[in-house]
């Protein structure tokens, strides 16, 4: 193939879709189609040109040669709007930048003797882990990402809370229905927390995919004590965000215990996957505060059960949340994680 379509404020040149003007006119619908959106790509009308690929990749059938071009052109279909957005929305142009690489890779996959096209691959996946390292520095990093999704699904298990409460003084005579509008601003503020653990689980995998592309006499023994936290990480992570799946499907079955269950439960990973990026110091700071939250609320529990709480005014029975079992699984994971601690000074 000749010439090359350059993308200079990603510091991209893609080789294998330059060649595809004019490829296929005449030869049937789906290449005229494929022309169609070669049009759409050079007026810049990114999403048509997109639109117009895939129509053609999947009509293409038998045609082998329409197919790889329209794979490679979907990846520059992706790849030249992620210039466009990389300095205002780099969030953005990383999402673009992986679909790019996922056609990219679909174009391999049909020619994998193309060099042209694994180059082009390379060029796509170096910069998303270049724009993904950026995006992990600052209130962007993984740290402050993570400590945001754990504050905010934080204040979404006390809300979880807040609405047991209110089905507790409605009685059991008032069905949970009666509450549809409160689950369903739940599960909605759930759909956001999901999206925002997706970013946090791409970013981390972007970061660690740099560093295991280094040749291994290239890393440092800081890049190698990184790669195993983001490991670490990654496996706390994955039980997070299933769990934060599973409140929501709760929440639209209107369980308010279970999503209460799983809402601490994904609290209790995401703080795992926390510490991974953290000193043995700062873990143990976490520890000890949730040893003595836990303390307090087993404190208030026993109050309760003795009748002291109501004595001095207190309440009179524990909100359904409070349980033993609760109090049990909670200090399950503060010693698992004390146990994980130990092994750093060990």
């Not at 008032?174 to 509008?181: H, K, L, N, Q, S």
Request: proline share 3%; glycine share 10%.
């Amino acid at each position: 193939m000749s010439g090359r379509r350059a993308i200079a404020g990603l510091g991209l040149v893609l080789l294998c879709c330059a060649g595809c003007r004019g490829g296929g006119a005449g030869a049937g619908a789906a290449r005229t189609r494929y022309n169609e959106a070669l049009a759409k790509l050079e007026a810049k009308a990114w999403e048509e040109a997109q639109q117009g690929f895939l129509k053609a990749r999947d009509e293409a059938g038998q045609d082998p040669e329409l197919r790889f071009r329209a794979a490679c052109d979907l990846g520059l279909a992706y790849a030249r709007p992620a210039e466009e957005a990389a300095g205002a929305k780099p969030d953005q142009a990383l999402e673009l930048l992986r679909q790019s690489a996922a056609w990219l890779r679909d174009a391999v996959r049909l020619r994998p003797d193309d060099l042209e096209a694994r180059q082009d691959l390379e060029l796509v996946l170096r910069r998303t882990q270049l724009l993904a390292d950026q995006l992990n520095k600052g209130q962007n990093s993984l740290a402050a990402r993570l400590d945001r999704l754990i504050d905010d699904l934080r204040g979404l298990r006390d809300r979880v809370r807040a609405l047991i409460g209110r089905l507790e003084e409605a009685g059991a005579k008032t069905e949970p229905t009666a509450f549809g509008r409160d689950f369903d601003e739940l599960a909605t503020a759930v759909r956001v927390l999901q999206s925002e653990a997706g970013v946090v689980v791409d970013l981390a995998g972007d970061e660690l995919g740099l560093l295991e592309r280094k040749a291994e006499g290239e890393r440092t023994d800081e890049d190698r004590m990184r790669m195993v936290q983001l490991k670490r990480l990654d496996q706390h992570l994955g039980r997070g965000r299933s769990a934060i799946v599973d409140v929501r499907h709760d929440l639209r079955g209107l369980d308010a215990d279970g999503a209460h269950r799983r809402a601490q439960a994904a609290l209790d990973a995401l703080k795992r996957a926390r510490e991974q990026l953290e000193g043995p110091v700062a873990i143990l700071g976490r520890l000890a505060g949730d040893e003595a939250m836990l303390a307090t609320h087993a404190g208030a529990l026993a109050a309760i059960r003795t009748g002291a709480a109501k004595a001095q005014g207190g309440p009179a029975a524990a909100p359904r949340w409070l349980s033993p079992a609760d109090l049990g699984e909670r200090q399950a994971d503060v010693r698992e994680r004390t146990g994980e601690i130990a092994e750093l000074f060990a």
